[in-house]
């Protein structure tokens, strides 16, 4: 596989370069190599029909604005009653810095990628995912708990550790 640290391309098309590179899904590794690390742009995290999930934000070092999503084939349930297919939270103090919240899975999958706030000419701001530099590397703490280490999409060059977070399945 390449890795594409020295290549002169940001992740997002790095990731497109990997994609021309092993065009069958099935056998095209979900990461690209970027100083020996496997980067990725969104988790698959594998979870049980039903269950909680906790999600804590640990650092953030940027001063652009950054959080992550959780998208699910099925529900997250607020604790408004609310039942809703993508979570989206920022890194922000207004917010909490940890949450949890019962999920309905309908096939055993939920969907994790960091999102940050890009400033447009004109001063228009637009929350993105996948786009320059964007991408993280997981920690795999055990087969519950997972730590990203994120770099946002404005970063000139990936910073890993612009953002971490981390999200545990409670079965």
Not at 25 to 32: C, G
Not at 127 to 150: D, L, P, Q, S
Request: proline share 5%; hydrophobic share 35%; aromatic share 14%.
């Amino acid at each position: 596989m390449t890795d594409y640290a020295h290549s002169g391309l940001v992740i997002q098309y790095a990731m497109l370069d990997h994609f021309k590179k092993f065009p069958d899904k099935n056998r095209r590794p979900p990461f690209i190599l970027w100083d020996g690390k496997q980067i990725f742009t969104a988790d698959r995290i594998p979870v049980p029909s039903k269950g909680r999930i906790r999600t804590e934000f640990i650092t953030s070092k940027s001063d652009t604005e950054q959080g992550f999503d959780l998208s699910i084939n099925g529900y997250l349930k607020l604790v408004n009653g609310e039942k809703i297919k993508t979570f989206r939270t920022w890194n922000d103090p207004r917010y909490e810095s940890a949450v949890e919240y019962p999920f309905m899975s309908k096939d055993g999958l939920i969907l994790a990628y960091n999102v940050y706030k890009m400033v447009y000419p004109g001063g228009q701001i637009v929350g993105e995912k996948w786009t320059g530099n964007a991408g993280f590397w997981i920690e795999v703490m055990n087969e519950n708990e997972r730590i990203y280490h994120c770099s946002h999409g404005m970063a000139i060059r990936p910073d890993f550790e612009s953002l971490v977070f981390r999200v545990t399945v409670q079965r």
